[in-house]
C-alpha cells in the first residue's frame, strides 16, 4: 500500500494540532508562572517611564 495524500493529510492535520496545542500550552505556562510576575510588571511599565 503506498502512502497517499490523504494519509499524508490527515497525519499532518492531527500531529500539527497536537503540536501547536502543545506550543500554546507552553507559552501560556510560561506567561502565567508566578515567577515572572515581576518580571512581566516592569515590562508593562516601560512606555510610562520618563528617561
Do not use: C, N
Not at 16 to 32: D, E
Amino acid at each position: 500500500m503506498s502512502p497517499t495524500y490523504a494519509f499524508f493529510s490527515h497525519f499532518a492535520q492531527t500531529w500539527g494540532m497536537i503540536y501547536f496545542f502543545a506550543i500554546f500550552l507552553a507559552v501560556l505556562a510560561y506567561a502565567l508562572w508566578p515567577s515572572r510576575q515581576k518580571q512581566f510588571d516592569e515590562q508593562a511599565r516601560v512606555p510610562l517611564r520618563e528617561d
